[in-house]
């Protein structure tokens, strides 16, 4: 079947702007992750949900970030006002509950 | 707090030679344990997991691993390496119990093969 998918693959915003990374799990997996990987380093946790949930977004760096689920599928995380430091490699994954994840291609987003 | 060393940032084998990249945890109790491999532009892989059992594990593309409690260590090894393995490989450490499955990974060690 169709693995995990992302949108945009590359986003380039000017320093300001808000942006919306799309994250498109597999069908029927309740579990969903975001994480952000900066140049050279592993992924780092960002958020997480069970279903349509938010259990967990201990990981956002700051109120720019919010993410969301509202029916259990699909996700978006939105990034607002972006700044430099936000430029990485946004990677969401997906699992059946407490299985391994199953990573996507990720968006690579750069600020300028 | 759960943390991962990969103590190699870089490692260059020659094609056919043996490979052993290293992985050490820090976990208050049994984790699970994960190798993902990276390459350039792409999501990550699972190349194996461990849980529990048996400590040496097989995965995908001819790679196993040691679980090893007394040294914290999770190595990953394959007897040949090929053309195609180079990658960015990341090991992870989760929890073995809770809710969910909340990774943290190391810092990777980039793989180059030379022929």
């Known amino acids: 079947g169709a693995g995990v998918s992302q949108s945009p693959r590359y986003k380039v915003a000017k320093r300001g702007q808000d942006v919306a990374l799309r994250c498109d799990p597999i069908?029927?997996?309740?579990?969903l992750f975001w994480y952000q990987q900066a140049l050279g380093q592993g992924p780092e946790f960002l958020t997480y949900?069970?279903?349509?949930?938010?259990?967990?977004k201990s990981g956002l760096p700051s109120d720019r970030f919010f993410a969301e689920r509202p029916e259990g599928s699909v996700s978006t995380l939105k990034i607002q006002r972006t700044q430099q430091e936000d430029s990485a490699v946004y990677l969401c994954?997906?699992?059946?509950?407490?299985?391994?994840?199953?990573f996507g291609p990720g968006t690579r987003l750069t600020v300028t | 707090a759960q943390s991962v060393t990969q103590p190699d940032i870089h490692i260059t084998v020659s094609e056919g030679a043996s490979l052993e990249l290293r992985c050490n945890y820090s976990?208050?109790?049994?984790?699970?344990l994960f190798w993902y491999v990276q390459s350039p532009g792409q999501g990550l892989q699972l190349l194996l997991k461990?849980?529990?059992?048996?400590?040496l594990v097989q995965g995908i593309k001819g790679f196993e691993a040691e679980f090893k409690r007394s040294q914290s260590s999770f190595n990953l090894r394959k007897p040949s390496v090929h053309w195609s393995d180079a990658a960015e490989y990341f090991c992870?450490?989760?929890?073995?119990?809770?809710?969910?499955?909340?990774?943290?990974f190391g810092t990777g060690t980039k793989l180059q093969v030379i022929p």
């Open positions: 994954a997906s699992s059946l509950y407490r299985n391994e994840q199953y």
């Open positions: 069908s029927g997996h309740v579990s």
């Open positions: 949900f069970q279903n349509e949930a938010q259990l967990d």
């Open positions: 976990y208050g109790a049994t984790p699970y």
């Open positions: 461990y849980f529990s059992g048996d400590t």
């Open positions: 992870a450490v989760g929890p073995s119990s809770g809710g969910y499955q909340k990774v943290t």
